[in-house]
């Protein structure tokens, strides 16, 4: 089963509305679901923010946008990684591929 990389964000965020426009398409390209999740979508939002408050218990700490990589979403999940903030095409590529890389080699 392939990695999901849940992103949190806002529609409030600038930065969010900018990477959406390559984040799913990277996440894709490397080989991993992905799935978006909306504050503003509670049904989405409470879907999955058990992901979120586990690596951020208060929010505390967490960027604009927030990527979770995770196996199994849906259920019994393990976090595996995070990458949070604003970043370019080809930095998001690079830490997201960095992160896969690691998890493959265990």
Do not use: A
Request: net charge neutral; with cysteine.
């Amino acid at each position: 089963m392939p990695l999901t990389i849940v992103k949190f964000s806002s529609e409030d965020c600038g930065t969010c509305h900018r990477m959406s426009h390559y984040d799913s398409l990277v996440s894709e390209e490397l080989g991993c679901l992905f799935i978006n999740v909306m504050l503003q979508d509670t049904e989405n939002y409470r879907k999955y923010r058990k992901i979120l408050l586990e690596k951020y218990p208060n929010k505390e700490g967490m960027g604009w946008p927030t990527y979770i990589i995770v196996n199994n979403p849906d259920s019994n999940y393990t976090i595996l990684g995070d990458l949070k903030g604003g970043m370019s095409k080809g930095d998001f590529r690079n830490r997201l591929s960095n992160l896969l890389d690691e998890y493959n080699k265990n």
